[in-house]
T-cell receptor, first 114, second 111 residues
Framework: KAGVTQTPRYLIKTRGQQVTLSCSPI?????VSWYQQTPGQGLQFLFE???????NKGNFPGRFSGRQFSNSRSEMNVSTLELGDSALYLC?????????????FGPGTRLTVL | AQRVTQPEKLLSVFKGAPVELKCNYS??????LFWYVQYSRQRLQLLLR??SRESIKGFTADLNKGETSFHLKKPFAQEEDSAMYYC?????????????FGQGTELSVKP
């Protein structure tokens, strides 16, 4: 089975721009979660989508948004970029089976805001 | 508030020495605890979870609800254990994919 894929892998933007990141989950997985990883704050949960609906949300401003499509692929969007948005953005997918729905992580998208 | 604390940013041991990576959590209910590992140039991956009570790659972790801890232990460290280790908490199955991570501990095993 192919793993979680994220595109693009690297991105450079300037302040004020917006950006869209994409995540393709493992085939059959219906849940996609997004995390932001920075040296200062570590790994922080952004949001989770399940069957095209946002199921959980972290404590991030409204500039951060996401969506999920019928094929379970997910995108996250950050509008009006700030320098502090520079980070590694990870997505993780999980399936329906089992009690603890192990999450499988993608390689991440490295976003640099100049 | 849900919080996971890993007090050590870096833990350096010699090969063959015992290892203990500390994890303490704050949660009012019955959490699910996990250890994730990230080897150099690899993805973050699940190492073990408290409910399984299994040993993976020689690592074990016991959930101590009284001390709100979930320390990761291995009796004899190997060089290939060098990696970043993250303790994570999920506040119940209704939290879906929402994991609260600690800041991580870098384990360095010297020959």
């Amino acid at each position: 089975k192919a793993g979680v894929t994220q595109t693009p892998r690297y991105l450079i933007k300037t302040r004020g721009q917006q950006v869209t990141l994409s995540c393709s989950p493992i085939s059959g997985h219906r849940s996609v979660s997004w995390y932001q990883q920075t040296p200062g704050q570590g790994l922080q949960f952004l949001f989770e989508y399940f069957s095209e609906t946002q199921r959980n949300k972290g404590n991030f401003p409204g500039r951060f948004s996401g969506r999920q499509f019928s094929n379970s692929r997910s995108e996250m969007n950050v509008s009006t970029l700030e320098l502090g948005d520079s980070a590694l953005y990870l997505c993780a997918s999980s399936g329906m089976g089992g009690s603890y729905n192990e999450q499988f992580f993608g390689p991440g998208t490295r976003l640099t805001v100049l | 508030a849900q919080r996971v604390t890993q007090p050590e940013k870096l833990l350096s041991v010699f090969k063959g020495a015992p290892v203990e990576l500390k994890c303490n959590y704050s949660y009012s209910g019955s959490p699910e605890l996990f250890w994730y590992v990230q080897y150099s140039r690899q993805r973050l991956q699940l190492l073990l979870r408290h409910i399984s009570r299994e040993s993976i790659k020689g690592f074990t972790a016991d959930l101590n609800k009284g001390e709100t801890s979930f320390h990761l232990k291995k009796p004899f460290a190997q060089e290939e254990d060098s990696a970043m280790y993250y303790c994570a908490l999920r506040g119940g199955s209704n939290q879906g994919g929402k994991l609260i991570f600690g800041q991580g501990t870098e384990l360095s095993v010297k020959p």
